[in-house]
Nanobody, 124 residues
Framework: QVQLVESGGGLVQAGGSLRLSCAAS????????IAWFRQSPGKEREFVVV???????TFADSVKGRFTISSDNAKNTVYLQMNDLKPDDTAVYYC??????????????????WGQGTQVTVSS
């Protein structure tokens, strides 16, 4: 059983930056898909980025060029660096992962393990 804990959310002005962290316990991110999703009130959970075992990465068009994903294997932690934030980026951000060797993509239904979420609010 993998447990995920996000942190790093907060309030930031438009154009600012935040770095979210997703720490895993009970397993590592090796040979797993690691993804970030976000959800605003009244909206469906939205894909942000997915990375396969820290290698191939796919970003949503809405964040491409502004967000990056990285990992620290020693800390078993994945980071989402968010730059040039916009009010539309306001949401609860969740990290998610899956079983080993079971690749997952943009559909949040594919993911087995979720963190509790961290709120990101971007003011205009």
């Amino acid at each position: 059983q993998v447990q995920l804990v996000e942190s790093g959310g907060g309030l930031v002005q438009a154009g600012g930056s935040l770095r979210l962290s997703c720490a895993a316990s009970g397993g590592t991110f090796s040979m797993r898909s690691i993804a970030w999703f976000r959800q605003s009130p009244g909206k469906e959970r939205e894909f942000v980025v997915v990375s396969w075992s820290g290698s191939s990465t796919t970003f949503a068009d809405s964040v491409k060029g502004r967000f990056t994903i990285s990992s620290d294997n020693a800390k078993n932690t994945v980071y989402l660096q968010m730059n040039d934030l916009k009010p539309d980026d306001t949401a609860v951000y969740y990290c998610a992962t899956n079983s080993i060797l079971k690749r997952a993509g943009r559909d949040y239904h594919e993911y087995l393990y979720w963190g509790q979420g961290t709120q990101v609010t971007v003011s205009s």
